[in-house]
Antibody, heavy 123, light 108 residues
Framework: QVQLVQSGAEVTRPGASVKVACKAS????????ISWVRQAPGQGLEWVGW????????NYAQKFQGRLTMTIDTSTSTAYIELWSLRSDDTAVYYC????????????????WGQGTTVTVSS | EIALTQSPATLSVSPGERATLSCRAS??????LAWYQQKPGRTPRLLIY???KRAAGVPARFSGSGSGTDFTLTISSLDPEDSAVYHC??????????FGPGTTLEIK
């Protein structure tokens, strides 16, 4: 079945970096974009970035510009985000999600989510 | 960046009654507004996209309305399983999207 499986929880220090993986299965990876969303403890959802496995294009939220990279490996159907210069307020669950184009909508919808990766930044 | 506000922050409604949740955008997002349901410890589930279109498998008791800057999610005849946090999301400048802070719906 269609699923996104993310890498395990990470505990790291302020100023360090973290890389989260998202492996897709059950569908043609190159035909669907991947978005990343995070959720701090007890908080709402926050869009982090987006990438296209088809052409490698990426788009990041303004607040992460300069310390975020999203990469996509089509040979393994895996998307990655790497965030560096971590701060305590980067502590959150990071989700990858699949964007699916619909015939009756201009923009894709987000229909499949990874299970989430908890990233804890603490000294 | 387009900001979204949601009201109320928390809503407590009895089973069988109707719940009305609001989402307001800082500028027009057209019809490009989605609603997600998130239960504790679970991933978000898409309910409504393009303001009023129900996603596949979503019960008919969930409906969305609005356009421009003001949007509403209505859940008629509440079921205890509808207890969750509801997030709105604007998609007007996709792939850059933004979410509202969420409304917690409690079933009495």
């Amino acid at each position: 079945q269609v699923q996104l499986v993310q890498s395990g929880a990470e505990v790291t220090r302020p100023g360090a970096s973290v890389k989260v993986a998202c492996k897709a299965s059950g569908y043609s990876f190159s035909n669907y974009d991947i978005s990343w969303v995070r959720q701090a403890p007890g908080q709402g959802l926050e869009w982090v970035g987006w990438g296209s496995p088809y052409n490698g294009n990426t788009n990041y939220a303004q607040k992460f510009q300069g310390r975020l990279t999203m990469t996509i490996d089509t040979s393994t159907s895996t998307a990655y985000i790497e965030l560096w210069s971590l701060r305590s307020d980067d502590t959150a669950v990071y989700y990858c999600a699949r964007d699916t184009a619909l015939k009756d909508s201009v923009f894709p919808i987000t229909d499949v989510w990874g299970q989430g990766t908890t990233v804890t930044v603490s000294s | 960046e387009i900001a979204l506000t949601q009201s109320p922050a928390t809503l407590s409604v009895s089973p069988g009654e109707r719940a009305t949740l609001s989402c307001r955008a800082s500028q027009s997002v057209g019809d490009y507004l989605a609603w997600y349901q998130q239960k504790p410890g679970r991933t978000p589930r898409l309910l409504i996209y393009d303001a009023s279109k129900r996603a596949a498998g979503v019960p008919a008791r969930f409906s969305g309305s609005g356009s421009g800057t003001d949007f509403t999610l209505t859940i008629s005849s509440l079921d205890p399983e509808d207890s969750a946090v509801y997030h709105c999301q604007q998609r007007s400048n996709w792939p850059s999207v933004t979410f509202g802070p969420g409304t917690t719906l409690e079933i009495k």
